[in-house]
């Protein structure tokens, strides 16, 4: 039998790839290690406070799954001598912990907690909880009640030695029952988990950066150091030759449920079924070549060759598969998109910024063409109309005519910024406003600030031309990303 050849996915005629991976790799959860203390010479001092400290450890441990229920939580049990530390630090190193959180129950010294973290075969992420019983200083609490309230002294202490040693560290501060402080480590092994996952993507780009924005442009190695996936350069023919493949029965039906689902205007069963079949084509490269994002510039050639702009096709891959499209190469924009989508569940919409609103201290963000019918109120409100602008295709093309919904939202880019990159990280909240007739999807974003010093801030730091916006609150998550992957933030 004759071997199969292997060969580059770009070769004219490919056997086996020997350059893309052959199946998608599972993602396990983030394992997330509780190291919780308390101090061995304590416990013959006060026979009682060792049973109190351990139920108190516990109690943190299982308030913490519960903030985590897409992590697995690993607790050893309390640390106390330095022969437990040696075991807990066993039992993290073989779980592989990504997340340390350490919880002192009393006060220990350092180099205890630090021979457990040394014991691990990579240095995990360390979140310094300081926590206590109670919001309050109780003036009937005796001395065994002080110990049981000591971490501050522990937490302290081990910020000192972190900071001599040269050791990065994060902190969470909260009482021991209260939610937020369980909410704030969650949010941060969510941005763990997202860099983790952007670090192991790979974005196809079909086409390149449309030509003269240089604020989109972007160094290939600056992306893959800072912001994690591999950007790999898909030829337009490549999806040009699974467009020709593309069974008519499957365009006939995903266009037949397209036109029953929603209302239209000015378009024909013709412009539908193109710009479906485009999409199908675009969902047969991705899984081709498993990619984890895909970047296109459908102006010209792509419309030309299909007869249809890629924006339905974005849009239904989005919707359906839960799969990131940007257009016109923003790749910054397309890292944007998958955080956001990763911490709202939401899908955002890629926008470029429009015009103020001085009466509703807004701005008018106006679409571009990729977004998700869940972006509107109710689908009793969305209308499919024809492409606003035309490259070179046949027909009246396809897209999405609706206005985002009231509620929280979250914008904002990664933007090329000299050496490295800066996140811009915004919040506003999308308001009650009629849809305009604009054949493309758009929102109204009312702001904190005065608009005008808003807008004056935003083009005075120097910022792409386009936005990525998506309801829900996720301004902590980004902020924690942008810390771990090494980049300023500019926040307005």
């Known amino acids: 039998m004759k071997k199969r050849q292997t060969t580059s996915f770009d070769a004219e005629n490919a056997g086996q790839f020997g350059d893309v991976l052959t199946s998608r790799p599972t993602l396990r959860k983030p394992v997330v ?4 203390l308390g101090y061995f010479e304590y416990w013959r001092m006060y026979p009682a406070l060792d049973a109190m400290v351990e139920r108190d450890l516990k109690g943190a441990v299982g308030r913490l799954k519960k903030a985590l229920p897409d992590a697995e939580v690993l607790y050893p049990g309390m640390v106390d001598t330095l022969d437990r530390a040696q075991e807990a630090g066993e039992a993290f190193r073989q779980a592989n912990v990504e997340v340390l959180v350490v919880i002192a129950g009393t006060y220990l010294p350092d180099f205890i907690t630090l021979h457990t973290i040394n014991v691990c075969t990579f240095r995990p992420q360390v979140i310094l909880f300081n926590t206590q019983t109670g919001s309050d200083v109780n003036p009937k609490d005796t001395y065994i009640d ?8 522990a937490t302290t202490q081990l910020s000192g030695s972190f900071r001599k040693m040269g050791l990065e560290y994060d902190v969470v501060v909260g009482e021991i029952t209260e939610p937020e402080p369980y909410k704030e480590i ?5 941005a763990l988990s997202a860099v983790r996952r952007l670090r192991n993507s790979t974005f196809g ?3 390149h950066v449309f030509r003269g924005m240089y604020d989109l442009e972007f160094d290939r190695s600056k992306v893959k150091g800072y912001l994690g996936p591999e950007i790999m350069t898909i030829q337009a023919e490549h999806l040009i030759d699974l467009w020709k493949q593309v069974p008519a029965t499957d365009v ?3 266009a037949k ?8 205007r000015n378009v024909t069963v013709e412009d539908v079924e193109k710009s479906v079949r485009l999409g199908l084509a675009m969902r047969a490269l991705y899984k081709k070549y498993n990619l984890d ?11 030309k060759m299909t007869g249809a702009p890629a924006r339905m096709g974005a849009s239904l891959l989005m919707e359906e598969d839960g799969f990131p499209v940007a257009c016109e190469g923003d790749v910054g924009g397309l890292v944007m998109m998958e955080l956001m989508r990763s911490f709202t569940g939401n899908m955002p919409l890629q926008a470029e910024w429009g015009q103020f609103d001085m009466k509703n201290n807004a701005l008018f963000m106006l679409g571009h ?12 409100v969305i209308t499919l109309t024809g492409s606003p602008e035309e490259w070179g295709f046949s027909g009246g093309g396809l897209n999405y005519e609706l206005i985002m919904k009231p509620g929280v939202v979250t914008f904002g880019h990664v933007l090329n910024f000299g050496t490295s990159y800066r996140m811009l990280i915004c919040k506003g909240e999308s308001i009650d406003y009629p849809a305009l007739p604009c054949n493309e999807l758009h929102a109204m974003v009312k702001l904190e600030k005065p608009v005008n010093e808003f807008l004056t801030e935003l083009i005075s730091s120097g910022v792409a031309h386009h936005s990525i916006i998506v309801h829900g609150d996720c301004v902590r998550q980004l902020e924690q990303t942008a810390k771990q992957m090494r980049i300023e933030v500019l926040e307005l």
């Open 33 to 36: 290690g509780v190291l919780g």
């Open 146 to 153: 002080t110990m049981r309230n000591s971490a501050l002294i």
């Open 186 to 190: 969650a949010q941060q092994v969510a």
């Open 205 to 207: 780009l079909v086409g």
């Open 252 to 254: 006939q039906r995903s």
């Open 257 to 264: 449920k397209l036109l029953k689902r929603f209302r239209s």
């Open 293 to 303: 994002g895909l970047c296109f510039l459908g102006q010209h050639y792509l419309e």
């Open 369 to 380: 063409g990729i977004g998700v019918p869940a972006l509107a109120a109710s689908e009793k």
